[in-house]
Each structure stands twice: as C-alpha cells, then as structure tokens.
Nanobody, 127 residues
Framework: VQLVESGGGLVQAGDSLKLSCAVSELRIVNYHMAWFRQAPGKEREFVADLLRAGSVTHYADSVKGRFTISRNSAKNTLYLQMNTLKVEDSGQYYC?????????????????????WGQGTQVTVSS
C-alpha cells in the first residue's frame, strides 16, 4: 500500500493550498481516509477525515470552515483544500487510511487508529 502526498509549499498567511494524496493498492472508497499534521516538537494531530460512506466528514476545530476534505474515486486520490491559511497551520501534512470501525468514534483523532500512512508533504505559512 502506498500513499503519496503532494501539493505542499511555502505560502503567506491568508493564501490557499490544495494537498493531494495518491493511493495505490488500496481503494479509497473502501477505507476511511484522513489528514493529520505535525509541527516540529509537537505530536501528530488530527486535521480531517472522510469516512468510508463518503458523506461523513469531521474536522478539527482549528480548521473548521477553512479546510475541506474530499476524494476523487476515479483517480483514487484524497484531497485537502486549505483556505485562509494561518502561521499555525504550518507543519508536515500526512495522509492516512484505515478500515477500523473505531474511527466512527472520537478515536478518529488518535494516530494509532490509522493503519496506513504517507511520507508527508511540508506546508509552511509565513506571516
């Protein structure tokens, strides 16, 4: 299973970025998918998920209203549209997948519940 993130970069506060996660050997429509991020010296934190049903999404309070998670089933790719970026959004962004039912609960925010991970893409937001 491979998850490959792309789309990160250096932007200014208020700008937008769209991250992509291309997935192979796993059909994303059959898995729960998520984005996490990790800033230097901090734990990996939940950003958003899109549960297997495709119509259920959850967002961290810090990104609600600014970020949107979506998928393209035909391309087997997960996306994260990030608008009105803030300096505190900076970090390494990771794509994750799991088939564990636990993510229907608040356990979704725990990185340990997600089975497959990409290598990450760096997002840096300057003031």
């Amino acid at each position: 299973v491979q998850l490959v993130e792309s789309g990160g970069g250096l932007v200014q506060a208020g700008d937008s970025l769209k991250l992509s996660c291309a997935v192979s050997e796993l059909r994303i429509v059959n898995y729960h998918m998520a984005w996490f991020r990790q800033a230097p010296g901090k734990e990996r934190e939940f950003v958003a998920d899109l549960l297997r049903a495709g119509s259920v999404t959850h967002y961290a309070d810090s990104v609600k209203g600014r970020f949107t998670i979506s998928r393209n089933s035909a391309k087997n790719t997960l996306y994260l549209q990030m608008n009105t970026l803030k300096v505190e959004d900076s970090g390494q962004y990771y794509c994750a997948a799991t088939n564990r039912a636990s993510v229907w609960s608040n356990a979704r925010t725990q990185a340990s519940e997600w089975q497959y991970w990409g290598q990450g893409t760096q997002v840096t937001v300057s003031s």
